[in-house]
């Protein structure tokens, strides 16, 4: 249950909105630009400063941060991002994969790289089986869910239940930390607990109007509490569902600088 990839995460654009994610008591602090997109990129150098601002501030938990939305017939760019966001000091790089012909190329150009990658799936147009199970088999401490479209409903509303049971059960069943995102709400922490994923991530709910507005930290702290009540935080009360072992620290790859 010590994993570092276990609990909720939130995405923050900046020191200050890091810092109230940290005073919130958030598992894991997320850097990306939630105006560009789902994936949004921050300059490294803004990376770079919130890495070096928070582990200041005494924090130890995981950070990570996207590469950026980057399509996938990039690949140079692609893997030219994930080197510079890892030098940046954070611990896991997530990056975006789209369904199509190119898609499986990027993974297998990602797997043998010496940094903790997040495969982050974008789920709108359904989920491609077997780009799912080549990520599976490459071994990425974890894979994640996501959407795209924010104005469309959450990803309960593309995906069914039982897909994403699926997925989960198949992250697990690999050894994988299953990770879910895509304009979840309060309202749906239940059913993610239902589904034991080893983490959940938020944006739009810690906002008040769009993602894009500044990250509250009044709802950060209300969603780390209620979270915790369904044992979807690594706070969890004693008597909250318990949630399968997330990826041991000794398997997350070492990040290169
Ligand atoms: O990585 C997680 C996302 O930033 C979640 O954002 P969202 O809640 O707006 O979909």
Redesign the pocket.
Known sequence: MNSPLHGV?V?VRNLDEACRAQAAGVDLI?L?E?ADG?LGGLPCALIREVVTGLRGRGHHGPLSATIGDVPMTELDTILARVQAVAATGVDIV?VGITSGPEAAAVIDALAPLPCAIIP?FLADDGLDPLLLDRAHRARFPALML??AR?DRGSLFDVLAQAELRDFVSACHRHGQGAGL????RFRHLADLAALSPNYV?????VCIGD?AQGLQTDLARALMAQAATWGLSRKRRPHAIDVPMGVPVSQLRSVST
Do not use: E, M, N, W
């Open positions: 995460l995405s997320d990306k939630p789902a997530k982050v996501d959407t924010k995102a895509g304009a979840l991530g938020f944006r739009s709910a993602r």
